[in-house]
């Protein structure tokens, strides 16, 4: 029989390899869908990227969960939190409003670009 238990005290023990493994994918993952969604790729692939970009983002809140069951509410926990909370919104954005998503993305390349010529470095 499966001892729930047990997975949370793995989650606790290895919770520096878990968080250094889940935290660069967080981030990796959802750019692939902010990237895809502002390449307007077909919806079949940006609803792909961002089920893959959802699954460490909700194992992130479980580990997190895992250390509020024991008591532990710390800052890191509460940051972690907020950086799959974080992630889990731009990809459920990505699925369900992916024109303002790609327009909000053109507009703050250009935003960029306009802040980067007028401090006068030359681009390619």
């Known amino acids: ?3 729930f238990n047990t997975l949370l005290e793995f989650s606790r023990t290895n919770c520096l390899a878990i968080c250094a493994f889940l935290v660069p994918a967080n981030l990796l993952f959802t750019l692939q869908t902010m990237i895809f969604t502002g ?5 079949a692939q940006v609803r ?3 089920g893959l970009a ?3 983002a909700l194992v992130m809140v479980f580990h997190v969960f ?10 890191p926990t509460f940051i972690l939190l907020g950086l799959a909370s974080t992630c889990l919104s ?5 699925i369900a409003h992916p024109q303002s998503m790609a327009h909000f ?4 390349v250009l935003r960029v670009l306009s802040l980067v010529r007028r401090s006068g470095v030359e681009l390619p």
Do not use: K
């Open 90 to 94: 731009i990809n459920f954005w990505a």
């Open 105 to 108: 993305l053109r507009a703050l």
């Open 66 to 75: 895992t250390w509020w069951m024991i008591g532990v509410v710390m800052a």
């Open 54 to 56: 959802c699954l460490p």
């Open 48 to 50: 792909q990227a961002a």
């Open 39 to 43: 390449l307007h790729r077909p919806q």
């Open 1 to 3: 029989m499966f001892d």
